[in-house]
């Protein structure tokens, strides 16, 4: 149990255009989801906590307008990147935890390369 | 300032033989977890340990906790080929909600 996938798990893109990671739990009812960037060999950092029905909050330094969060259902939760420039190269990853849960349950990852 | 830092960065060991690896962290915690990341791949929930416990096991993993050092070790015995991953401490904390914050990782290999 506690499956969580994303879809792509790779993508390529023009600079300018936008892209959409989706986040799905597959046997569980995910009340929060996170997403986390990560750079080659470096660590996980939280961009967003997006609880179902309410807008997402994001940490410091993180613009809203470029990564727009929506957490419509309490199994999908999607990521866009819009305009995306080369320095949003980078492997996002998202997590999603049940109600009243500690644990935090992560899906592959999406590798998003823009030219 | 990210709020664990994990030693060693790198450790390379022999099929076999015990792996320890240690996070220090800042500030006070609600509970620590490991994480295991294979190459390009998701984080997969090793252990948690809440600021209460002082050690707590799962098969070969032993995890240790020490609140007033603000540090834990991960201690994975007789390694395999296959726990060749990365390895990260996360903690959530007080007043945190569920928010993780990860430390720097360690990179572990083990060889034949």
């Known amino acids: 149990g506690a499956v969580v996938s994303q879809h792509p798990s790779r993508v390529i893109c023009k600079s300018g255009t936008s892209v959409k990671i989706e986040c799905r739990s597959l046997d569980f009812q995910a009340t929060t989801m996170f997403w986390y960037r990560q750079f080659p060999k470096k660590s996980l950092m939280l961009m967003a906590t997006s609880n179902e029905g309410s807008k997402a909050t994001y940490e410091q330094g993180v613009e809203k307008d470029k990564f727009l969060i929506n957490h419509a259902s309490l199994t999908l939760s999607t990521l866009t990147v819009t305009s995306a420039h080369p320095e949003d190269s980078s492997f996002y990853i998202c997590?999603?935890?049940?109600?009243?849960?500690?644990?935090?349950?992560f899906g592959p990852g999406t590798r998003l390369l823009v030219l | 300032s990210q709020q664990g830092e994990e030693d060693p960065q790198a450790l390379s060991i022999q099929e076999g033989e015990n792996a320890t690896m240690n996070c220090s962290y800042k500030?006070?915690?609600?509970?620590l977890q490991w994480y295991r990341q294979n190459s390009g791949r998701g984080l997969v929930h090793l252990i948690l340990?809440?600021?209460?416990?002082r050690e707590k096991h799962s098969g070969r993993l032993r995890v240790t906790l020490d609140t007033s050092k603000k540090s834990s070790s991960l201690l994975i015995t007789a390694s395999r080929a296959a726990d060749t991953a990365s390895y990260f401490c996360a903690t959530v904390l007080t007043g945190g909600g569920n928010k993780l914050t990860f430390g720097t990782g360690t990179q572990l290999k083990v060889e034949l």
């Open positions: 500030t006070s915690i609600n509970n």
């Open positions: 997590s999603a935890i049940a109600g009243g849960r500690e644990t935090q349950y």
């Open positions: 340990i809440r600021s209460n416990e």
